[in-house]
């Protein structure tokens, strides 16, 4: 089975679109398939704010459960997050740089986008 690494660029408040990579990343995993680094990037940095709005709480949950699942990190661009004022991120993401994500596309067989 393929080694993949997916990017989620669009923000928590473009549920569909997040909720696409989720499914995506799920039946990936069910199809055994493994997932080295589930990247948040550019404007999805915003999954990763440590109080999350109410609008945004069934999602990230949902984001949590995945990965407490399925024992994929929640990588979020430290930098990004940075620039945009997010100084405290939530417990189910570890902040890190564009270096971590070089190094799971190098070592992935594949590189999706959402």
């Known amino acids: 089975m ?22 995506f990343a799920k039946n990936a995993i069910k199809q055994g398939h493994e997932i080295t680094c589930l990247f948040f990037y550019r404007q999805a940095v915003d999954h990763a704010v440590a109080q999350t709005p109410a609008e945004n709480e069934t999602l990230i949950q949902q984001w949590s459960d995945f990965k407490n699942q399925s024992g994929t990190p929640l990588v979020v661009c ?8 997010i100084d405290e991120f939530h417990p ?17 067989d594949r590189t999706l986008q959402f």
């Open 2 to 23: 393929a080694k993949l690494t997916l990017i989620v660029q669009s923000s928590a408040s473009n549920q569909k679109r997040s909720i696409d990579a989720l499914t």
């Open 78 to 85: 430290h930098t990004v997050a940075e620039r945009i004022g």
């Open 92 to 108: 189910s993401f570890q902040a890190t740089g564009l270096t971590a994500l070089s190094k799971a596309i190098a070592t992935s």
